[in-house]
Structure formats: C-alpha cells, structure tokens
C-alpha cells in the first residue's frame, strides 16, 4: 500500500518524531546532542520554522515546530537528516543508514493539544524511566519554560504566554501543568496521530482543514474509501 503523502500546512504547530534505526543509538556523547540541536537551531531559521518544544532521547527525539511557509518543514528536517548523518558517521567511523526512515509528524489544534503536546514532550524522559523528573533531563526545552535556563532560539507560542502575565507566573503555572501529568486519553491521541501521520484535533477542526489538504487529513473507518465530495 502506498504511503499518504505528508501533511504540512503552514502557521499551523506540528508534533515531529524521528527514530534511530532499527532503534539503535543516535546520540553516542553530549557533543552529539550539542551538534544536533545546533543544526536543528540553524535549520530552523534557514526555512523559516519556529521551533517550539523538543527533547533528545537516546534513540529518537520529539520537536513541536510551526512552519511558516509551505515545505519549510520538510526541507529544514530533510537538511537536519542527512548533515547529521554525515556528522555521526564521520564523527564515529561508521556507514549506511541512522534514521529508521522519514520523519513522522502530526499537525495539531493548537487550543486543544498545543500545551498537552509539550508536557507529553517534557514527559518522554520520565515515561521512559531515564529521569524521575523532567527538569532532571536537560536535553529538553522543559529547563527553558520553568525558569531554570535560557534558551534564546526557542519560540515560546502565545498559550504559553497566556499562562501568566510575568515570567514567574508563566514558569510557574507550566511547571505545574508538567506536574499534573497528562491525561491517557491525550497521551494516546498524540502518539497514534504522528505515528500516523493524521491530523490531530476535534471534528470541527479537521473537516475545516480538509478542503487545504490534497489527501485525507483524519484517520476515516476501517475499509471506507476515502472520498472527497464527503468534505464539501
């Protein structure tokens, strides 16, 4: 069966994951981590991408990013894919392949799944069970948005500003957020659509961004044909 084409839209946020292959390590040192995320920073403004929210794992990261021109996207992670491979190859005296395959991303209702989005983000390191707390991994934005660093590239969206109306308030009341966790039923709504690849959100929000999109942006019923003059 032939994959769906991506779905990218610009001005909306997206949940971005990239695996190692096979699940392997790729990140042998913090030098990598570091090399990374300045590719990913340059990236980022090369193509005109806010990038919101990430954290490095150890076989795979997570990235909430809001392009702001149609294939920004794309083309800033295709870079981030192959300068890191030649990278890490060289680096670390090794061939072939790192990346399980392309990217997997998911575009999200932004009052609806934004904020769960970076707590579910802050949290992969605790679910993961490398940390007890999320401040205790500091290879994530998580440090940024409670206070305890700067991180002067990351672009903090307006619902986070709408938290407080000073940066203590804000960090504050995110930290709490990170706190309380996130609910099962979210949890698996944000794993199942970037794994998918489908558009994450209420009805209402995906019949509205169908008519922008070339291809099926929800997961329809199993064995449906998918037809368009249903969208109309």
């Not at 802050?122 to 707390?133: C, F, H, T």
């Not at 990351?154 to 500003?161: A, F, K």
Request: charged content about 25%.
């Amino acid at each position: 069966m032939a994959r769906l084409p991506r779905l990218t839209l610009p001005g909306y946020p997206h949940h971005v994951i990239l695996r190692g292959n096979n699940r392997q390590l790729i990140f042998k040192d913090n030098s990598d981590r570091e090399t990374l995320l300045r590719l990913l920073v340059g990236g980022c403004q090369k193509h005109g991408v806010d990038l919101h929210a990430f954290v490095l794992m150890d076989n795979h990261f997570h990235l909430l990013l809001t392009p702001q021109a149609d294939k920004a996207l794309s083309k800033m992670m295709q870079d981030l894919g192959r300068d890191y491979v030649r990278y890490f190859n060289k680096k670390h005296t090794r061939t072939g392949t790192l990346w399980e395959g392309r990217f997997r991303s998911a575009l999200i209702q932004t009052d609806r799944y934004f904020l769960a989005c970076m707590v579910y983000i802050d949290l992969n390191p605790v679910r993961a069970g490398m940390v007890s707390q999320a401040l205790d991994h500091p290879w994530s934005s998580h440090a940024h948005y409670v206070g305890a660093r700067q991180d002067s590239w990351l672009v903090p969206h307006p619902l986070y500003w709408a938290l407080g109306n000073t940066p203590f308030a804000r960090e504050k009341a995110y930290a709490e957020l990170v706190l309380s966790g996130i609910e099962e039923k979210k949890k698996h709504a944000l794993t199942s659509a970037v794994l998918g690849g489908w558009a994450l959100g209420e009805d209402t929000f995906t019949q509205n961004l169908q008519p922008m999109s070339k291809r099926r942006v929800s997961k329809g019923k199993a064995g449906r044909p998918f037809n368009r003059s249903e969208e109309s």
